[in-house]
């Protein structure tokens, strides 16, 4: 098996909040683990990918001081929304992938985040 | 520009025929490539994967490659409504990073 469990599953906060997500491989080890985001009726977009024990890779335009990524273990990466604004509300999904190459990316449940 | 294309539908097949869903990459290269179903509001779940030319079937499903075309398939038997979905082609890049596509809306019609 591959599960992926992602924490919360929803989150409905006031703007100006911090929104920490966590991701994490149940049942293997994933080197390297992907957050993404999409908006209602839109295609996946990759935000960034994490590999443990360095430094995110993000994609053009996601700001990195904006989404804190955090890849600590094998098994745990988390995503911190900092000082979230109504035009951050979407459903963000991680993935993790197990080690080497040609891997497919397994999907957490994914978080739908609300700001007010 | 690495592309993995797909027609964004609605393709609508009637319950029982078989539901064709097609997907074509620009990334000669690419070596791996999956199929994922998105129902609305939730994550993608993996449901096949190929690598090399041919077919590959799991119950239902059948991945069909064809990499001197650069076009990869997904044939699914026997429709059901609980396959309406919507469905998601990935592709690695040479640097094993995947490209999705932008994912075709399958109705199936009871």
């Known amino acids: 098996g591959a599960v992926v469990s992602q924490h919360p599953s929803r989150v409905i906060c006031k703007s100006g909040t911090s929104v920490k997500i966590e991701c994490r491989s149940l049942?293997?080890?994933?080197?390297?683990m992907f957050w993404y985001r999409q908006f209602p009726k839109q295609s996946l977009m990759l935000m960034a990918t994490?590999?443990?024990?360095?430094?995110?890779?993000?994609e053009q335009g996601v700001e990195k001081d904006k989404f804190l990524i955090n890849h600590a273990s094998l098994t745990l990466s988390t995503l911190t929304v900092t000082s979230a604004h109504p035009e951050d509300s979407s459903f963000y999904i991680c993935?993790?992938?197990?080690?080497?190459?040609?891997?497919?990316?397994?999907f957490g449940d994914g978080t739908r985040l609300s700001i007010l | 520009q690495k592309e993995v294309e797909q027609n964004s539908g609605p393709l609508s097949v009637p319950e029982g025929a078989i539901a064709s869903l097609n997907c074509t990459y620009s990334?000669?290269?690419?070596?791996?490539f999956f199929w994922y179903r998105q129902y609305s509001g939730k994550s993608p779940e993996l449901i096949m994967s190929?690598?090399s030319n041919g077919d590959k079937e799991d119950g239902r499903f059948t991945a069909q490659l064809n990499k001197a075309s650069q076009y990869v398939s997904l044939l699914i038997r026997d429709s059901q409504p609980s396959d309406s979905a919507t469905y998601l082609c990935?592709?690695?890049?040479?640097?094993?990073?995947?490209?999705w596509g932008a994912g075709t809306k399958l109705i199936i019609k009871p």
């Open positions: 190929i690598y």
């Open positions: 993935s993790a992938s197990h080690t080497g190459i040609n891997q497919p990316q397994h």
């Open positions: 990334d000669r290269v690419s070596q791996s």
């Open positions: 049942d293997f080890q994933a080197t390297t």
């Open positions: 990935a592709v690695n890049d040479s640097n094993y990073q995947l490209i």
């Open positions: 994490s590999n443990e024990g360095s430094k995110a890779t993000y």
